[in-house]
């Protein structure tokens, strides 16, 4: 299209910037239907914004608004009578469901990403995330601190890892009888997905006593190959063949990375690996989800999303060589640390 045939809103990027700086709105307006419990309500099918406002204790007005809003992005449809309706979109707000997308948005919208990203000038300046100026300890310590502040993390990371664990479990190859330690494995995921899609493995799921408290294993019924391994993954690793360390790595700097894989190589069987699960961000300007949760790391963190190089030079030092990144189809790809 010529310049001459578009609309003002095309051509002058001050349109384009006002939409980038008003862009916080939309999960601001997503919190607030998911906090609601609005998706809730609607199982039995469309209703009017009055009869929902009422049963979810809320403004109509300010609740038709909401979404509105929402719709524009078919999370949940206004029908041409004014009732409101679900999308599949919105059907995964719901709490009941087993792939429920909930407390994933709770906690990706929770204030502390909210209120740290609001702060994000200060890591620019100075380097360090303004997490602990504002909350009054590191990350991981806040959602140690009672067992609801941890739910809010550790049940909305669970919930937004579901969808790619089954995918990465596919993606990953195993010694027909390895032990997969899963470290940092959170409530076991992944390690379910693995031992359901690889039945000659066993797994250890390591992580923070708390957190393994509130673990799925128990999921596989009968088929008992797997423990738990409480513990710090700063101090040791457990012993085994393959390390799975998903979402982890992004997390801390470059020095944290390192001890951890240092503790990785030094567990590591003969025959072993390590398969680091996470973004690897490409280079050059295009859009990539991994340049998003990136700014996520900044202002909560002290980790970062990294490049292939990146994490070629964090291996080096661990005594590991990059052997090959295999993407996913999910926003992760698999990069693969053979021993040298
Ligand atoms: C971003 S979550 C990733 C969880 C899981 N791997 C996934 O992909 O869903 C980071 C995990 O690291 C765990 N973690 C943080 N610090 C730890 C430590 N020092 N030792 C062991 N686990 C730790 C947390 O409890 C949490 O489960």
Redesign the pocket.
């Known amino acids: 299209m010529a310049d001459a045939e578009k609309s003002p809103a095309e051509t002058d990027p001050r349109f384009a910037l006002m939409d980038y700086a008003m862009g916080y709105l939309f999960p601001a307006a997503l919190r607030a239907a998911a906090a609601l419990g609005v998706a809730d309500h609607l199982i039995d099918g469309p209703r009017s914004v009055a009869d929902l406002a009422e049963a979810v204790g809320a403004d109509p007005r300010n609740l038709y608004r909401t979404l509105r809003l929402l719709a524009t992005r078919e999370v949940f449809v206004e029908g041409a009578d004014g009732r409101f309706g679900l999308t599949p979109a919105a059907e995964l707000l719901r709490g009941d469901v087993p792939s429920s997308f909930r407390s994933a948005v709770l906690m990706l919208t929770d204030p502390t990403f909210w209120r740290t990203a609001g702060e994000l000038t200060e890591a620019v300046r100075t380097g360090t995330a303004p997490f602990e100026r504002l909350f009054g300890m590191p990350f ?1 310590d806040h ?1 140690a601190r009672d067992a609801e502040t941890a739910a809010v993390f ?1 049940v909305g ?2 919930a ?2 579901d969808p790619e ?1 089954p995918i990465v479990a596919r993606a990953c190859e195993f010694p027909p009888d390895a032990v997969v330690v ?5 409530h076991g ?2 390690l379910l997905a693995v031992l359901r899609e690889h039945p000659g493995v066993r797994g250890v799921l ?3 006593p708390h ?1 393994l408290r509130e673990h799925r294993l128990g999921e596989l019924g009968e088929d008992d190959r797997w423990e738990l391994a409480a ?4 101090g040791a690793a457990p012993p085994g063949d393959v390390y ?1 360390v ?3 790595l ?2 801390w700097d470059d020095e944290q990375c390192v001890r951890i894989l240092r503790h990785c190589r030094r567990a590591v069987s003969g025959r072993g690996r390590v398969l680091v ?1 996470d973004a690897v961000v490409p280079p050059g300007n295009d859009p990539d989800p991994g340049k998003v949760i990136d700014i996520l790391m900044m202002s909560s963190l002290t980790g970062r999303e990294r490049t292939r190089a990146e994490f070629a030079e964090l291996f080096a030092r661990a005594g590991f060589r990059l052997a090959r990144v295999l993407p996913t189809g999910t926003r992760l790809s698999i990069v693969e640390g053979v021993p040298v």
């Open positions: 991981f959602f550790h990371m669970a937004m890892s664990n899963d470290l940092g494995g959170g995921g992944l390591f992580d923070q957190v513990g710090d993954f700063f799975l998903k979402r982890i992004h997390d699960v």
